[in-house]
């Protein structure tokens, strides 16, 4: 155990200062912090807990309602914190249990809540119990808590079965037996750092809620569950009988992921969550092949949210965003839950780059595209957003307008994908460079020591310091969009909207006595000037009646 357990505060009402506001959750904004990424207190060049602490302002002037922690626990490091080698500490480099404490308190106090990752679908090599395993070899009880198998083959050479790591590979690593031997394989979807907890075993199960409650009584609003369509495999750990795995990802359900018994586990979490005060929420991250089966997830007594990928993939495309909006409402609303939004995440390019480029090169791109296409498509897709009902979610620099740093040298990048044939495209880090608060110093604002990452030239100019208070940037966009839509009775939580008509590439539609018009064409269109103008992500013209909306633009009315 380590020993940073032992600075675990007792229990504290600090919830009790965040606005008990009921159900907040069903039209919350929340804020994505990738922690090395965002702030640097030490200089130290890697942003950490204390360097957030110190921007809490920062977002609370932004107009968000709780804060998403990506993992800081202590860790190895193979995965960016995603390999846990212990769920009851905070790694190092990021600062100790107390500075996660004094966050939390600081969030509280500002209005915000916290959300912090939780990873248990695979813990990190490193973990106690994956080390016991190791050296207790063949048929011990600890190996049981993973998925350990023989090989196949006539010496065992050859892995269990046909499974491919999510970062390339197979799915199996064979371990040297204490005794010197080739022995057994472990099963691990994604590093081979990172092996996969067998959740049909009581202890993986009696584990986590003790997790759960360790920090539910330090105080976190709630959990993001990573790889939380992972947890359970299939009966038996059949061959998929295919090659090219990560194609499949997202078409079917694989007998590694969307297994239904990981909702026995989701209601026995709740019934945990239900427990305490303050409404806290536990938020999945389940890529399914539908988002009808996604619903599933969040089915009155399992999870409060789960992310919509459907519509972070949709293109900058008015026939598709009104499908894939329509189809998110129509599969929530039957359990009751409210969708979500999202355009960017730690994981995928920067929508700002996304839309730069030409429709169809997926999530992840390597091309910086027509910026200015990008930024001024990326700016009216975030008002679209930010007008459906329902719960909004912002990656840390999106409200900068960052891009993604698309030309990172290969020896500076450290996303293990990169380093594997044949899994991801391996370009996450272009995502995660830190990201800018001033025009000038050695990371613009981000630390007094350089940057884990490098920055782009020319950085400085996209910063928090030269956006702010300067009309038209896209910082001064996001915090007005915010303040309209809590101030704003129409937007927020609900579950439909009215579609307007409107010519071909617009996306139109009232909520009450609020409209919103997106325009995702190249040219110009003429509509009605519904009321008055709220906000526009680009200049428009009004004239007798009739609004002129600008290519790749996003204007809200309200007749109240």
Known sequence: MSQQHSAAPAPTSAVATVSERHDWWRDAVIYQVYPRSFADSNGDGMGDLEGVRTRLPYLRDLGVDAVWLSPFYASPQADAGYDVADYRAVDPMFGTLLDADALIRDAHALGLRIIVDLVPNHSS?????????????????????????????????????????????????????????????????????????????????????????????????????????????????????????????????????????????????????????????????????????????????????????????????????????????????????????????????????????????????????????????????????????????????EELGLPDVVDLPDEVRQDPAYFRGAGQDGFRDGCRVPIPWTREGSSYGFGDGGSWLPQPAGWGELSVEAQTGAPGSTLELYREALAVRRSTTDLGAGDAVEWLRAPEGVVAFRRGEFMCVANTTGESVAMPAYGRVLLASGEITEAAGEAKVPADTTVWWTTG
């Open 125 to 397: 090599d490193q973990y106690e119990w994956f080390k016991r395993a190791l050296a207790e070899g063949p048929g011990s009880p600890s190996r049981d808590r993973y998925h350990f198998r023989p090989g196949k083959g006539k010496n065992g050479e050859l892995p269990p079965n046909d499974w491919e790591s999510i970062f390339g590979g197979p799915a199996w690593t064979r371990v040297t037996e204490p005794d010197g031997t080739p022995g057994e394989w472990y099963l691990h979807l994604f590093a081979p750092e990172q092996p996969d907890f067998n959740w049909e075993h009581p202890a993986v199960g009696d584990e986590f809620r003790s997790i759960l409650r360790f920090w539910l009584d330090m105080g976190v609003d709630g959990f993001r569950i990573d790889v939380a369509h992972g947890m359970v495999k299939a009966e038996g750990l059949p061959d998929l009988g295919s090659h090219e795995q990560l194609k499949l990802l997202g078409n079917d359900v694989m007998p590694f992921f969307d297994q239904d018994g990981v909702h026995a586990i989701y209601r026995q979490w709740r019934r945990i969550l239900d427990e305490y005060s303050g409404e806290r929420i536990f938020v999945a991250e389940a890529w399914t092949p539908t988002v009808e089966r996604t619903a599933h997830y969040v089915r009155p007594d399992e999870l409060h949210q789960a992310f919509n990928f459907q519509y972070l993939g949709t293109h900058w495309d008015a026939g598709e965003l009104r499908t894939v909006i329509d189809r998110t409402l129509d599969a929530m609303r039957p359990v009751g839950a409210p969708a979500t939004w999202v355009l960017s995440n730690h994981d995928v390019t920067r929508h700002a780059t996304r839309f730069a480029n030409p429709a169809g090169l997926g999530t992840q791109i390597r091309l910086a595209g027509d910026r200015a296409l990008g930024l001024r498509r990326a700016r009216a897709a975030t008002l679209l957003m930010l007008a459906l009902p329902g719960s909004a979610y912002v990656y840390q620099g």
